[in-house]
């Protein structure tokens, strides 16, 4: 406890426990896991907000996401810079959302950030053409990745815009039965 | 909390703020704020969440307290980066705890309580989940096998969990007082090893099967003694085994309700059949669990084959090939299926016979024959579902549907043989009477909860194969019907046992309980049999033989084994059926469940990341003795609880309990009880009925509204500079959408209409619009100009929707007028459902927007515009005159049908235009009028209003917000790129009047609406377009007049006193409301006209017109706007 309380106030600790779903430990064990990847670079003193950012190729090395091909969307969508660079907190809420806690309309907010690629707050063809190549690894062929787009709009574009919005892609996503359990990762 | 919401609410509105308005608005935000800031930019968010205002009333600090505390309870839900929820959180602390300490002091008790509880929670919460075990050994799992196999192991935890607790009420209650308290070891007869056994007591063979020492220890029923109380303290031992039995099920079944319960939850929004393949498989495709390259790799490789199938279905979905192939291979594999099951079951029958007469004709059996028939069917429920399975292989199913019928063959299968084994075994039981070992009660119990378990695990497992989620649920169904049988069962055995104690010295509950342990043991071995050779093995065989072998052994013919979750997961419910149905004849056999869970979790764990592949299965169970266990010497087991009544409670109390439990008692009581479930089960019906349908409404109305609130929030942010960007965009997707409305010009789209006129409801009216005409394109809608059959499925969506559209409206709008706004709106919709005139409208709003941008194909949309809407135009602009604004003071007699039969379609449509445009501009005078006409209405129009002003009263009255709306509109349509900013600017303005005006206009004009409702249908059956527009027109006028008259009157305060003259005039306040609206639906109809087209001739035409044939019009304008009325009612 003595060492633990060094790192992070009390306050502070309860703060991030009303912030994220996660417990004290789990924040604790967060912050070890952040810490341990720049060592050098994270000090084991949070009382006083140190400023300290991680590079995006050291969030991306995580095992947890170095296999996901959205990992680079991920850490974009969560880093306050935008491009995946995170702080701690970034850090604590990109796994507080990904938790299991976490309810389905936040994932999907995110969910539906990270997938849209431009930033236009729409997932529009594009940004369905780079999920498809991430996900498949460029294995469907243009004809197959153009063909699924349209299906995608299609079937979830209910205001014939041609592109999904937040709540066209909420609409969808609620009746996903996998979504809860696929979005998610286990820190 | 006023103070709270308004500075998000912006600058514009320093109106007096009713505080209904602003809890709505408040609310509103707050529901949907937290997804929409990203848009909106986060300083509106701050702002609102964090400012509070210092307020003496205490009830409204309260609130504002609780409001904090909401917000601290629910921020970790909301969208933020971590600083600005730590901020808000910070403030929202700061508030409550400044304000607190002003509050009563049982308030401030309470809340230090709720703190103080919350606090306690979080901790014991925090210690609770430091003792869940293998959590870093199943998210290994999960990162190399995704969630689902993660689940099974999860779902073992959890049995797990439910074991200790099973253990702990065992062991405490029953185990433990018994080893200290109870009778030692061989001082009574069901303590002590018979004479004739004792030789063979130590013998392995002996222990084995659970006989000998084991045979008369805590481990089994028959060793508890029957004596009231033991120890120096008095324990009931009888009672607290039956009790505890009682509990284990209560727990059990508890237990798997909830968990029943939070999963039918979390499935409920996943309910609805709505296809969404490719959505779900590009979207919820790839696990985010994974963290291992080569699982990566698979996962991969498998969304690929996901989406491949997906497009060859999709491709396929008309042709089918071969389809007389695939039928006879089906009907081949059913055969097969029932062949096997047909055959599985006779074996059983037949080996359980062979026993039977083997036990007669021998008086020692061999190890073989003594375990040849639980060998037999637990061989047989191992193999004959892998024979499925390749049966299965024959179909060609989808994989799902495969799976599907596996596990309902699976399931037939184990139910058979449980049957057929339950058949035989009673066959043995009543052949043999004299010494039956395993009686049949027991058997039908375990088969029946064994069957209801395989078939809930079946069906979990189906899900499970997609999800884990599932598992647990179906798990718990099945413990439930266990319980269920097990009680029926235990009083089933009762009557048995006089039949099987006979002479047997060996009471059954023992026999029973041996028999369930050694279910339990066998199926241990054989579990952890099958995974070390079948799996193991064959996973080293693949790996290191593959090199020295002609085929790849990898990827074809052994392959590595494969994690069946379904099955896995079905074994597990089976092995805890058989706990709980033993756990009454052997109290240790939760603990060696534990045990057994524990290995399991290791053994399975290691295979699965080793060698990747498991799967098998067993089952059996027995009744109660005379001369043993702490029951004996009683008829039933449930008579200890009689038995203690009688004995150790007053006589008051036997007495009561004698009555209660008479048959006069009982059985009105259940039959009450069968009643309360019938009852309950009807409104469950009921409920689930209703249930569905709210859900079908909130998918409309949820996304719907949501837009809606959404846009209405940024057209209040927005402040003019900014909004003057976005709207051009917005009008340019509104437009496309609207003419798609336009397009299916059903009654509905009139409605959409008017939404669309006022930005916020533009958005909804949109929206909707384009979902019932959803995957068509616009432009063809537009070309075709036919009416699509989605818009007449709309309707019911739009209705649904008016609610929410209207409440967002009168955010913007105003505060006073909000609930006949409200109405306003409802109306409006439902007349132009009603109205064909509508239709007309709408082809007109097109036909204009079209002509002011060139860009689009003005060809397309003139053809369709003059084809079916020009009479409805021609309507309009008689209406909009402003001579009839004179004369609607006194009359509303100004709509010339005739003239608009002679003139030509597009001329008329043209006057319409000019006139609406005309008012609109004269409302925002900061636009310069792009025509001359323009202008001269205008003129026309400031004048005449100043004319009504003298006649009027005086009074000063606001004018009237709809047609400021509708200029609005107006604005965008036609003149979007000249005068966004202008427009939105009116908006302001117009939100600002609206408030104030929704009210009054509604009064004004109900007098028009009154006329009778005949119009509609004449309206409808008027095939030309000019026989319908004089309907329209009567309204139009005096719609139009007055509305000229409010926008001249927004710009300059006199106008709108005359307007509001006019409207007091004609008293019909009441019905006025309603018909305000619709009128002013109309009107903005004509105001897009106008902006968009403003010929000077068309206008001189059209007060001709007007001129020449005010009577008639008279007469149409009274039935139409009756004709609104009723619909909108």
New interface residues.
Partial sequence: MGNKQTIFTAQQLD?Y?????F????ILRLFYRYRDLAPQLVPLDYTNHPDVKLPYELIGSM????????RQRIAEV?S?DGEGNM?L??F??MF???SEM?????KA???F?I?DFNND?FICKSD?EK??NK???N??TED?VK??CE??I????????GRL??????????????????????? | MSSASEPVVGSSRSLLAAKRHRTVRKNSRRIYSAYRDHQQGSSDEEGGDDKEVDSNDPEEMFQNIQYQKEIIANIRSRPWPMRRKLKVLKQAREIVLKYEGQLTRTRGYQTAGADLLKKLYRVLYNIVVTFIPWEVRIKKIESHFGSGVASYFIFLRWLFGINIVLTIMTGSFVVLPELLAGAPFGTTRSKTIPKEHLASAQDLDTIWSLGGYLQYSVLFYGYYGSVRKIGSAGYRLPLAYFLVGMAVFAYSFIILLRKMAKNSRLSLASASDENFTFCWRVFCAWDYLIGNPEAAECKGAAIVNNIREAIVEEQEKKKDTSLAVLISLRILANILVLLSLAGSIYIIYFVVDRSQKLEQEKPELTLWEKNEVSVVVSLITMIAPSAFELVAQLEMYHPRTSLRFQLARVLVLYLGNLYSLIIALLDKVNSMSSAPHVSSSNWTNTSSTISSLSAQVSRISVSEHHNSTMATISTAINFIHNRSSLITASNQTIPFEKNARSQQDQCWETYVGQEMLKLSIIDMIFTVASILLIDFIRGLVVRYLSDCCCWDLESKFPEYGEFKIAENVLHLIYNQGMIWMGAFFSPCLPAFNVLKLIGLMYLRSWAVLTCNVPHQQVFRASRPSEHCGPFSGQEKIYDIISDTVASDFPLWFSKVMSYVTSPVVVLPAVLLLFMLIYYLQAIARSLKFTNNQLRIQLQTERTEDKKKVFQMAAARLQVPEASADKNPDQQESDIPSQEASIHTSSPQQNGSITNVQSPINRSNSIRTITQSASGADLNEGCVSGSVRSPAVIVLPKHQVEHLPNSRPQHFIGGRSGSCRSKSCHHMAYNPPSDLSNAIHTDPLYRKTIRSLHPVEAAGIIAAQNYGGRCGPTTRYVIVNEHRPRKKLLCSTTRIPRHYLMEEPREILELYQRNIKHYTPRTIHQQHPPRSHTSQQLRKEEEETGKDRKRTSLGKSLRPCSLPDHHQQAHFYIGERLDSFRESQRARYEMQEDDEEEAGKEGIDWGDFNLPSPSQTSVKEKESSHTQRQPVHSPRRQYQSPTRTRHMGSQLKPKLRGQLETHLTESDSASIASSSDQQNSSTDQYIHVIHSKERHLGSDVRQEKMSKKKPKTNFDLNYTESNDLICSNV
């Fill in positions: 703060a426990q009303d912030c994220t779903y417990t004290r430990k789990e095992p947890e996401l170095k296999d996901n091909p959205f969560f306050e702080t907190d970034n604590l809420d507080s959302v990904l976490a309810p389905r309309d936040l907010y995110y969910a950030k997938y707050d369905l999920t498809l996900l498949t690894r294995e469907l197959e063909m699924v299906k995608v299609d079937e979830a574009d209910l205001d014939n815009d919005s937040l709540e066209d892609f909420q609409h969808m996503i609620n009746r996903a039965p996998d979504f809860l359990s696929t979005f998610h990762i286990r820190i």
